[in-house]
């Protein structure tokens, strides 16, 4: 079995990526991580350099600045990182999204058991998404729970816009992929980075996605979604995350629940009383 990875990036250094860590997180458990690299301003590049490692692939891209519909030219770097992938499985990272060493031997058990099963096309992982600091996570159906990120790569599969895939069975007719659970957490630290990193990436990127900047505040958010974290860290993000703090992040108590907000309250409710799981799901579950 051979295992590949791919992301792309785009001046992560600058942008507050912890795509280091976020790389270092599963080679052990791939043959090759193939990253489509765009035109950096920092030290994104001499950094994946440093690494030293003969896995890493580099492939030096453009992006397309004048297309600015839905986010497609991420759907294109993705791709681009795809396609030069040779592995039976490919394991798609984005930047920010960390891997627990205590998870890999689970991992790589599930992409074995399910190799020349026909039935599953993908693996999905649950989510963790790390909100404010290192103590505090997300809960709502607005973020999703669950999501693919190891594929076959004997599928006919592409990312529209970047964000999920779809499998092609006839030219022009696109489905989500078949999946099993891989039984391991994907640790998302996004919104865990500084506000000035934050809104640096907003006023860099919104532009793909034919939007101006708003700028972002961590405390405009319904607190009573977020929740206390109680496990541990990758050990590659130790130094990242920092020593010290054990608080739960608040939110402005004075924060007004947009309606979308007040929709996602609404769900929480259904999911409670029904025993319902509403968020998001880009992945049809088989197995």
Not at 20 to 45: H, K, R, W, Y
């Amino acid at each position: 079995m051979k295992v590949s990875a791919f992301t792309f990036l785009k001046n992560g250094q600058m942008l507050g990526y912890p795509f280091m860590q976020s790389i270092q997180s599963i080679l052990p458990i791939v043959d090759e991580f193939v990253i489509a690299l765009g035109p950096c301003e920092d030290n994104t590049e001499a950094m994946l350099q440093s690494l030293n490692e003969s896995k890493i692939k580099i492939i030096n891209t453009q992006w397309n600045d004048t297309m600015k519909d839905s986010g497609y030219v991420y759907g294109q770097q993705k791709m681009i990182a795809q396609f030069n992938c040779t592995g039976d499985w490919i394991f798609y990272l984005e930047a920010d999204e960390i891997v627990h060493e205590d998870d890999l031997s689970q991992i790589t058990d599930t992409m074995k058991r399910y190799l020349h099963d026909d039935e599953v096309e993908a693996l999905v992982f649950d989510y963790i998404h790390f909100y404010g600091n290192k103590n505090s996570y997300l809960w709502s159906p607005g973020w999703y729970r669950r999501a693919p990120r190891i594929l076959k790569n004997s599928i006919r599969s592409y990312a529209p816009d970047g964000l999920f895939w779809l499998v092609l069975e006839k030219n022009k007719i696109g489905r989500y992929p078949k999946a099993a659970l891989v039984g391991a957490t994907m640790y998302h630290y996004g919104w865990v980075r500084s506000e000035e990193e934050m809104n640096l990436k907003s006023t860099q990127v919104q532009k793909y996605w034919n939007k101006s900047h708003q700028k972002i505040d961590y405390t405009q958010i319904n607190q009573d979604i977020i929740k206390p974290f109680k496990g541990t860290h990758p050990a590659v993000m130790r130094v990242y995350l920092g020593e010290g703090g054990d608080k739960m992040y608040q939110a402005d108590p004075n924060h007004r629940l947009t309606r979308k907000e007040k929709k996602h309250m609404w769900m929480l409710k259904i999911e409670k009383i029904f025993g319902l799981e509403l968020s998001k799901k880009h992945y049809k579950l088989v197995r």
